[in-house]
């Protein structure tokens, strides 16, 4: 009995899957602030409406870059899954996508912090 697809492959589908409401969530936010409909505080940096507004644009950053190394992770499966063809069905090796998937987190998670808050310049 084979599955339609691997399980490291859907492991990769339900992040990304997952990191379309992240991208839902924090574009309704900077809606709101795009529109005028909240307003940020120009006179104190911590003040809870722009944490809410750096909060989102890192999410939505986060999500954007997700979405290149996801689908990265996705080559990157199927190459060890060609490399690993005679045995890949038999030996699970879940590990591949928890890998990719944390690396696709860390480095996601990195570069849009480093964007967000201009590091880049």
Do not use: C
């Amino acid at each position: 009995q084979t599955s339609l697809f691997h399980r490291n492959m859907t492991n990769i589908g339900i992040v990304h899957y997952f990191n379309a409401f992240l991208h839902a969530i924090a574009r309704t936010i900077l809606f709101l602030f795009q529109f005028k409909l909240v307003l940020p505080d120009e006179t104190h940096f911590m003040a809870p409406a722009n944490i809410v507004i750096t909060f989102a644009s890192i999410l939505r950053s986060y999500q954007m870059m997700a979405t290149v190394f996801l689908f990265s992770s996705f080559v990157t499966e199927r190459t060890l899954a060609t490399i690993y063809l005679y045995d890949y069905e038999k030996n699970k090796r879940f590990w591949i996508s928890y890998l990719l998937i944390f690396l696709t987190f860390f480095l996601s998670l990195s570069l849009s912090i480093v964007r967000v808050f201009g590091g880049l310049n």
